[in-house]
């Protein structure tokens, strides 16, 4: 077998986690949260991965030749689904610097449905931290499916077409936050953060 035809093979292999992986499953679930808790968690998920979410796999795309840099970017990545996971579940986000451990040891139930050794495998974490190399194929087929499952449009505000499609998302959700009561300014901090 040839190195390429290996690496294809391998590819396959590991894509079939993130496959596998059911995305958003308390929606299909029928879990539900008081309104405005609902709206308010919805609302901030959408938000962090349209916004960051977006730019950690535009970081993982565009770093192939910077494997480090590839490497830091998934963990913050695994990090901040870890955080939307938390906001959908009605938990305070977990701090900064417990995510990944938080994931690790008690997977995912809300963003996908993962155990810490599923995320381990799909981020690619037993490679060598500062190798030559990182493994992203299988980050990029779960974040497809993600943007496929939410329930809701996620527009690319990284390209010029998605910052008018953010703007529309943001007129639509002014007036979802005002009819569960909520004031939209919730979303202030996480817009200056971005």
């Known amino acids: 077998m040839t190195p390429e035809q290996k690496h294809a093979q391998d590819t396959t292999e590991r894509a079939t986690i993130a496959n596998r992986l059911t995305a ?55 990090e901040q689904l870890l955080d939307v996971d938390q906001r959908l579940a009605g938990r305070a986000p977990v701090d900064d610097a417990h995510c990944l451990a938080v994931a690790l040891e008690y997977g995912m139930r809300e963003v996908v449905d993962s155990s810490g050794p599923d995320l381990i495998e799909v981020f690619g974490l037993a490679e060598e931290f500062g190798g030559d190399t990182c493994r992203v194929d299988e980050i990029h087929v779960l974040w497809e499916r993600l943007l496929e499952a939410f329930p809701g449009e996620l527009p690319d505000r990284l390209v010029a077409e998605g910052q008018r499609d953010m703007l529309r998302t943001l007129r639509v959700w002014a007036p979802l936050a005002r009819a569960a009561r909520l004031d939209i300014g919730f979303l202030a901090p996480f817009m200056k953060a971005a």
Do not use: T
């Open 24 to 78: 958003f499953p308390s929606v299909r679930g029928g879990h539900a949260m008081p309104a405005p808790q609902a709206v308010e968690a919805w609302v901030q998920a959408a938000w962090l991965m349209l916004a960051e979410g977006r730019a950690y796999v535009e970081d993982l795309e565009g770093g192939a030749e910077q494997p480090q840099m590839q490497q830091a970017a998934k963990l913050r990545f695994l």
